[in-house]
């Protein structure tokens, strides 16, 4: 007599704030860390590929993760006219690292996470992130973020990513005006911020907030650029570009001619996400 099928496991995680949830179907459990600062565990699914949460939070899969690299870092390359000196604050998981060193003009590239154990969980469960961490541009640090933007030299640095988690434990103190202004004279005249800003559907007034304090410490121009995001909150995300002075038009013709392998991002997205969906407009506006 044959065997009733074990019901699917799933892996849930539920947003209170916006009554929703997501779930992925796991196989079994590959890894688990308890961090001095959060504790860290992979899945396996069974159609996502392998699965990264942080305090229970989604952080990315295997399967869509390129969405969120490629434009937390291409749209900032390719609209600074020149970037050389490039710093991540976070992105312990190495793909935006990744996505920067595309670029054949970028000379250095910092990353400065505070959790070495999501770089060491990447490296072992998401190693084609990695591809990058050896390239002799590319620096490592893990050590705190905020710290290491105030003690940056003024006019330092063309693009500045900060690829944090949600704003709440380590990373609560990189959504606020002090660590903006950090940045912002870190950054060089023609410098550009760039910060993951969550959903422009259900979190806006997040969005309205960190730009509101973005503004506060200086800068004068902004930009929220939206995309697809299966895996966090209502599948929409975004990342928000700060200026100090300036417009946000790109380098149409390098980005067209620049041969980068990527699977989302090309020219013509990053036109395509420059047009702001009216109910977006309406709520940023001013």
């Known amino acids: 007599m044959s065997q ?3 019901p699917a496991r799933w892996q849930y995680e539920n947003f209170e704030h916006t009554g929703s949830a997501i779930g992925f179907r796991i196989s079994r459990k590959l890894d688990e860390v308890q961090s001095p600062f959060q504790k860290i565990e992979i899945f396996e699914t069974t159609d996502w590929g392998n699965l990264m949460l942080i305090d229970g939070a989604v952080m990315l899969t295997t399967r869509d993760n390129f969405l969120y690299h490629e434009m937390m870092s291409h749209p900032a390359l390719f609209t600074h006219p020149a970037p050389k ?34 770089t060491r969980m990447a490296e072992k469960w998401f190693p084609e992130l990695c591809d990058s961490n050896n390239d002799p541009r590319a620096e490592l640090l893990f050590d705190d973020g905020i710290a290491y933007m105030k ?25 606020n005006k002090a660590f903006y202004e950090s940045c912002f004279r870190a950054l060089k005249d023609d410098g550009i911020l760039v910060q993951q800003s969550e959903s422009p559907l259900a979190l806006l007034d997040l969005i309205r907030s960190m730009r509101a304090e973005m503004g506060k410490a200086g800068f004068s121009t ?65």
């Open 85 to 118: 000196r490039v710093v991540i604050i976070g992105g312990g998981d190495c793909g935006t690292l990744r996505e920067v060193l595309k670029h054949s003009g970028v000379e250095k590239a910092v990353q400065c996470d505070i959790d070495e154990q999501v």
């Open 222 to 286: 902004f930009k929220t650029l939206p995309f697809p995001q299966p895996c966090y909150p209502t599948g929409w995300w975004s990342c928000t570009l700060a200026r100090k002075g300036g417009s946000f038009g790109f380098r149409d013709s390098d980005a067209r001619t620049a041969r980068l392998k990527t699977r989302y991002y090309t020219a013509d997205i990053h036109l395509g996400a420059l047009a702001t969906p009216p109910f977006v407009a309406e709520a940023l506006d001013g």
């Open 151 to 175: 003690n940056r030299e003024a006019g330092s640095v063309d693009i500045v990513i900060v690829d944090s988690t949600d704003p709440v434990g380590p990373a609560e103190g990189l959504f």
């Open 4 to 6: 009733p099928d074990a």
